[in-house]
């Protein structure tokens, strides 16, 4: 599903949700679509501004599959930050950031990929403070090794929890506020 409402591509989109959106909402740190995960929708325009671009940095962490075993080597590489391809070609290197290598979640809901397990893959989950395009699919590749899965857990204090796909759970504004550490 794309994490928009609008389009003309054929997929699946939010507004095909089952569910009474108020006008005016819109998708906030939007998922590409081979993403999985927490997804902030709001009518609030200003989030956006205060969770993203802040000077003072949220924390995102990510449940991720990539291809074949991660080394130790390359396990420190991404905590220390790596070189990735950013805005218009120019490089980045990500800062200093929490990864480890966890067992596969025995309660992790089906994804809208199935993938071959058989092979040789790592989970990591991973911890960033910032939001670069396609950041954790850049990172995993500057290590030598290929996302296969990406979900995100949570922004902050706000979880996906047990929140299955295609569903909706709303929050009450001071409590959403509240689990997104900014201020109202």
């Known amino acids: 599903m794309l994490s928009q409402f609008i389009g003309s591509d054929g ?31 709001t009518t609030n325009k200003k989030i956006t501004k205060l969770l993203f ?7 995102r962490t ?25 805005k218009g070609g120019i490089d980045y290197t990500t800062p200093a950031c929490e990864v480890s290598i966890v067992q596969k979640p025995t309660d992790l809901f089906k994804g809208s990929f199935e993938l071959i397990e058989n092979w040789p893959h790592t989970w990591l989950m991973i911890t960033i ?22 979900i995100r857990l949570s922004i902050e204090d706000l979880q996906l929890a047990d929140l299955q796909p295609g569903c909706v759970k709303e929050i009450e504004e001071n409590d959403f506020f509240a689990r997104l550490k900014i201020e109202n």
């Open 11 to 41: 997929m699946e989109r939010l507004g095909d949700l089952d569910f009474d959106f108020p006008e005016g909402i819109h998708a906030i740190g939007r998922l590409d679509k081979q993403s999985e995960g927490l997804l902030i929708l």
């Open 53 to 59: 671009s802040s000077k003072v940095p949220h924390k």
């Open 62 to 86: 990510y449940l991720v599959m990539v291809k074949n075993v991660v080394s130790p080597e390359r396990l420190q590489e991404l905590i220390s930050g790596v070189t990735i391809s950013g």
């Open 129 to 150: 403070y910032e939001g670069k395009y396609h950041q954790i699919r850049k990172m995993v590749s500057a290590v030598h090794h290929r996302c296969q899965r990406l």
